[in-house]
């Protein structure tokens, strides 16, 4: 066979595993993302944040160190489900944000948040009200920085590659930050700009997982010319599987860190890497590599046009 013959480099060791004769699951569970993520994000929308949604803002001094997460239940036992604290100064400032509630005023808020707080060594800052109009331009600047870094991933790779591998790596890289989305929709976890973060961070380990399956297989295409396209893509995927599943289970690890031991503020954000390293991992093997087959065009790199020229090249 083929894959015996010597003086053959990056071969695998074994026959390639057959990816491309099952990419209809991985057509099957994309279309199941899309679906229910469209379906979710119509129906019941996103669980915005204090970030997006506006609320009371109260900065309080204390001549001892904050406990975050002591603080964080006395703030919800004064009725406000929803809290977002953090601390500066060493632990000495503590930013606390509310909601603002209907027919609740803002002097209001500011006595249950400072009877949470107590009056021990406690001195108010100041107290601002955060309005909705500054909530939208933050969530209209979140989604805009998203479509930016999906549409300037795929310039790049259009540039660094070719306009197939460019417009693979666009629908992947949408497809990825789609489906995370789509997390936070079904599952109505908070919305807020920590999450943003986390989805810009899914784009960028997407589009390297995808820019390393497809540098290879270009470097392929170019060894075996008479090989059909499907062939070449197993090959380039079983010998990238490797290093994509190890630089996988070391991202998930950290993120694991981050959910388990980063408490309620870096628990989203270890959510969305957690999630998006998964889907990641996955679409660089069934979005990314069967794009090439499946978009019109000639196939860069290649001396033939469609698989079928290949096949009849190679018989």
């Known amino acids: 066979m083929w894959w015996d013959k010597p003086n053959k480099p990056h071969k695998p060791e074994g026959p390639p595993f057959p990816f491309m004769k099952i990419r209809w699951i991985g057509f099957v569970v994309t279309a199941m993302i899309f679906i229910v993520t469209t379906w979710s994000l119509a129906t019941q929308g996103l669980n915005m944040g204090l970030d997006f949604t506006g609320g009371v803002q109260v900065e309080a001094s204390s001549t001892k160190t904050f406990d975050v997460e002591v603080l964080r239940k006395e703030v919800e036992s004064q009725g406000f489900r929803e809290s977002n604290i953090t601390t500066s100064d060493g632990g000495a400032t503590a930013i606390i944000r509310v909601p603002l509630e209907t027919g609740v ?37 979140g989604v805009l920085a998203c479509l930016l870094a999906v549409i300037g ?148 790199g290649a001396k033939y046009r469609s698989d079928q020229a290949a096949e009849g090249a190679a018989s």
Do not use: C
């Open 153 to 300: 991933i795929g310039l790049y790779v259009w540039v660094r590659f070719e306009f197939k591998f460019g417009t693979g790596a666009f629908i992947t890289t949408f497809h990825d930050v789609y489906a995370v989305i789509g997390l936070w929709s079904v599952t109505q976890m908070t919305f807020d700009l920590t999450i943003v973060a986390g989805v810009l961070t899914v784009a960028g380990y997407s589009i390297n997982d995808t820019v390393v399956v497809y540098d290879r297989i270009r470097e392929m295409l170019k060894k075996f010319k008479k090989l059909s396209i499907k062939e070449v893509i197993d090959i380039s995927i079983t010998s990238t599987l490797s290093r994509t599943l190890m630089t996988s289970v070391t991202v998930m690890l950290a993120s694991l860190a981050m959910i388990f031991l980063g408490g309620p503020v870096l628990f989203g954000f270890g959510v969305s890497i957690l999630f998006g390293v998964i889907i990641g991992t996955y679409s660089s093997i069934f979005v990314a590599a069967p794009m090439l087959i499946i978009l019109p065009g000639r196939i860069p």
């Open 105 to 141: 005023s803002v002097e209001e808020i500011k006595a249950k948040v400072t009877a949470a707080l107590g009056t021990d060594g406690i001195t108010i800052r100041k107290v601002d009200n955060v309005s909705g109009k500054v909530s939208d331009e933050l969530l209209t600047r």
